[in-house]
């Protein structure tokens, strides 16, 4: 069973986020469980490198840790991505604690609200993940038409079968990209340890994140207590 989490930067329009957020969950292979990443209760602003993570923040960091892979799915606002997505992957990585993002098998697309695609936001995206280790699949990019008066009905299921299809695309190449990671995460020999040993470490770049301790409670505002 594979498990991939969801994060959608967000949209302008609540209810066709949530129609979207809804047809990639059903569009997900048979074997594959697609979760939704939660981000709302992070601090709104830049991780700090002089105090502990707070409580919010690992856990957050579990929720990423806890996937087999990703799928990141962002809106063009201002030539970039939305700056609380921005933020989400900025607490996930490694700025402040252990690194979630390293390694993690991880899907891209850009989404459209029936005007022209824009790719300026999924090439901010792929750099922001990249600088976080993420392992990203490469070119080609995507970008998801949804548009809100005909791609979904007065109840949210989709019409427009040419997003559906998207959508499946995306979730298979998701499902395989966590498969084929997952399947190269061998055990390496210990540096220094004779072989006859057989002595292994596995890589595995989340241990970290779930063995970290609870950290401090965020901050309601400003700079969090020595």
Request: no cysteine; proline share 10%; net charge negative.
């Amino acid at each position: 069973m594979t498990t991939l989490g969801l994060l959608i930067g967000s949209l302008p329009l609540a209810r066709t986020q949530r129609h979207l957020a809804h047809l990639l969950q059903d569009a997900a292979p048979a074997g594959t469980t697609i979760v939704e990443l939660d981000p709302h209760a992070l601090p709104q602003h830049a991780p700090y490198e002089d105090v502990p993570a707070p409580a919010d923040a690992l856990a957050w960091k579990r929720q990423v840790a806890e996937v087999d892979g990703i799928i990141v799915v962002t809106p063009t606002i201002e030539r970039s991505i939305p700056g609380a997505l921005k933020n989400a992957i900025d607490w996930a990585g490694g700025t402040a604690g252990p690194n979630a993002l390293a390694g993690k098998p991880t899907i891209i697309a850009g989404v459209s609200l029936g005007s022209l695609p824009r790719f300026a936001s999924i090439q901010h995206l792929r750099g922001v993940l990249g600088d976080h280790g993420a392992a990203l699949r490469s070119q080609p990019e995507v970008v998801l038409f949804a548009d809100p008066h005909t791609s979904f009905d007065a109840e949210g299921k989709p019409t427009d079968p040419d997003l559906v299809a998207e959508a499946a695309q995306l979730v298979s190449a998701a499902a395989g990209l966590a498969a084929h990671e997952r399947r190269a995460r061998i055990a390496t020999p210990v540096t220094g340890v004779p072989a006859v040993a057989s002595a292994t470490r596995t890589i595995d770049p989340v241990t970290e994140v779930l063995a970290a301790a609870p950290g401090p409670q965020s901050p309601a505002v400003g700079i969090p207590a020595a």
